[in-house]
Antibody, heavy 121, light 108 residues
Framework: EVRLLESGGNLVQPGGSLRLSCAAS????????MTWVRQAPGKGLEWVST????????NYADSVKGRFTISRDNSKNTLYLQMNSLRAEDTAVYYC??????????????WGQGTLVTVSS | EIVLTQSPGTLSLSPGERATLSCRAS???????LAWYQQKPGQAPRLLIY???SRATGIPDRFSGSGSGTDFTLTISRLEPEDFAVYYC?????????FGQGTKVEIK
């Protein structure tokens, strides 16, 4: 059974940093791309970032480029999102999602339960 | 960037009725790289359809997807009580991967 468990969400001040983690189990982690998607309170879904299975390539939404860094540790079956220079508009539930392929075009068949990031003074 | 526009914003229907949800893309989505997700309050999204018309594992056959190019449709043939939720389309043809704004299917 595929399981994705996010952690690390918290209340942080504007300009601060936070690192999210997503512990994966139930599949061969390094064979699938992994993605972060966020959802601001009462709003729709927004893709944030994707890393391919090997970790060798990453992709970011313009809204987070230069501030967020996605990475993965395939030896620990864990996905990360390092978030720096946080802004109020980054407040959201952050979901990790498993891709349907190692790279390229893929959909997201499994999602974690999400972790809440609140950016406020 | 491919912009996805979903309509209607809200669909008010009764259990047993047919629901038809639309997703229109600002440019052609090649090879039907389009997915549909269902989201209930307080829950993560759940994949329903990928490749525009393929049902994900465990999805009941009352859910069906169709379309190509710029126009896609999600149909729920007979609404069950558990189907009242928000539905999102999403394209994975061209980065940045984008979602529609969602259609809420509510009980009439």
């Amino acid at each position: 059974e595929v399981r994705l468990l996010e952690s690390g969400g918290n209340l942080v001040q504007p300009g601060g940093s936070l690192r999210l983690s997503c512990a994966a189990s139930g599949f061969t982690f390094n064979s699938y791309a992994m993605t972060w998607v966020r959802q601001a309170p009462g709003k729709g879904l927004e893709w944030v970032s994707t890393v391919i299975g090997s970790g060798g390539d990453t992709n970011y939404a313009d809204s987070v480029k230069g501030r967020f860094t996605i990475s993965r540790d395939n030896s620990k079956n864990t996905l990360y999102l390092q978030m720096n220079s946080l802004r109020a508009e980054d407040t959201a539930v952050y979901y990790c999602a498993k891709g349907s392929a190692a790279a390229g075009r893929h959909y997201w068949g499994y999602w974690g339960q999400g972790t809440l990031v609140t950016v406020s003074s | 960037e491919i912009v996805l526009t979903q309509s209607p914003g809200t669909l008010s229907l009764s259990p047993g009725e047919r629901a038809t949800l639309s997703c229109r893309a600002s440019q052609s989505v090649s090879s039907s790289y389009l997915a549909w997700y269902q989201q209930k309050p307080g829950q993560a999204p759940r994949l329903l359809i990928y490749g525009a018309s393929s049902r994900a594992t465990g999805i009941p056959d009352r859910f069906s997807g169709s379309g190509s190019g710029t126009d896609f449709t999600l149909t729920i043939s007979r609404l069950e009580p558990e189907d009242f939720a928000v539905y999102y389309c999403q394209q994975y043809d061209s980065s940045p991967w984008t979602f529609g704004q969602g259609t809420k299917v509510e009980i009439k």
